[in-house]
């Protein structure tokens, strides 16, 4: 029996739907608004919507799994949890958006906040979606918008060069992800990734599995772009350096959580039967654990040499995609209890990195200049912003009593708990290498001299409500882990990874 969209309850897709519907009313009201209306009201309206988006996925909770058009589009717990993230860095990048005044950038436009709208729409489609093609649309939506973001200030020499390589690099990552899903539906006949998946199963006990793992390296490529993991890490430090900092928030957050969410679903559910033959344990964990172990050298070793502080930030978070990593590289030998301790991290890592961001934007801003020198002396010349940025560093480098200390130790566990004693050891020389780079902003802020001519620093409302929400947020995790770690241990993550039952309304 064939079913129209309108057999299906699409309550479960309200929060998609509130973004759409309110990206498209601001696209209507930004032509009838004469040139010279300020269009700060633009981002409330969208700030408006993110939260109402984010309350209906939290209605959502506690419900069974609904899947809509053959199980191509699914609201699960799963998609929920990262539906919430993403909608909680969408509302930081926004609300710090705000902030920027007449003189500073990205200037106030409704486009600014219109894309943000789609790109966020476009993260919410990657993680709910279990369709290749509908994988594809949101992450070229998602793709498209950041794109054009990254370049919104098109008189900036630093933010058109950004841009430039984010387009180049970023479709030739998509044609390799194209090229491997293309082998997928070659070998199986299939776009469903359950569909994939009873394929798969009939493959790998009677034929050649060499073009399985042909496709499986090819989307490799291009998981690793979208995350950002060594090697393919190169476009991270340039974009995230020329992008307006409310951009590199929402690159740095946003879009690395949904691909995170991406590349689970693909290969948990597409690539699963893997594990029955032990190819998983033996080649895709092999490949992911070392794709992480290759982010943590790299970006922290690549961090002890940069000056320029959103660059220095930008190899951090290599680092940190390669820790994130490591969960889902031992999944194969310790099952999807390590979710919780994933997820967790990257709430942890929300808080901590667009706070550190948003000092850094402040720092630049006001002393004009953006290398890691201009943070000399701010302990005397403002020691409220001098302690939270302390916060957000010591999480960063994973000391204790803060969100970042226990996000590490989970996921070192995790690592522990595989029997991959080399990969421990590597989040444990890293972590300790991190430290230098990390300090080095400690030292300029509370062991060097302020200069004289630097004036004072201004912070504005918007800055310093998302700077308490980081810090909240940090010492709230750091202070009470088991508290979000009880509430993730309910989630049913299997059921992401299983057909779901009930779909039609009846």
Known sequence: MEH???DFNLRVMAPELIIVSAAALLVILELLLKE?????WIGWLGLLAVIA???SVGMEFGHPPYQILNDSYRVDSFSLAFKALLLGGGGLTILFSLAGGKN??????GEYYILLLAALLGGMMMVSSADLLALYVGLELLSLSSYILVGINKRDRHSNEAAWKYVVLGGVSSAFLLYGMSFLYGLTGATNLFAIQGKMV????????????????????????KIATAPFHTWTPDVYQGSPTPVTIFLAVVSKAAAFALVARVLLIAYLPLVSTGAWN??????????AACSMIIGNTAALRQTNAKRLLAYSSI?????????????????????????????????MTAGAFAVADCIAKSCKNDQISAFAGLSRRSPWLAGVMTIFLISLAGFPVTAGFFGKFYLLT???????????????LTTIVSYYYYFEFIRQMYFRAPDLAAPRVSVSWAAWAVLAIGVTGTLALGLFPDLLLHELGKIDWHSAFAQAQNAIRQ
Do not use: H
């Open 4 to 6: 129209t969209l309108l």
């Open 202 to 225: 009939e493959m790998v006990a009677t034929q050649d599995q060499a073009y399985i793992y042909v496709s499986l390296f090819l989307m490799m490529v291009g998981f690793g772009f």
């Open 414 to 428: 995790s690592a522990v708990g595989s029997n991959q004693a080399w990969l421990a050891a590597a989040m444990i």
């Open 319 to 351: 680092a940190q995609a390669g820790y994130v990593l490591v969960p889902l590289s031992t999944l194969g030998f310790v099952g999807f209890d390590l979710f919780p301790s994933l997820f967790y991290y990257l709430c942890a890592y929300l808080f």
């Open 104 to 109: 500073e950038q990205p200037k106030p436009k």
């Open 53 to 55: 988006a984010g309350v």
């Open 36 to 40: 010279s209306t300020s269009r700060n």
């Open 282 to 291: 033996e080649i895709v964990s092999w490949l992911l654990m070392i794709l």
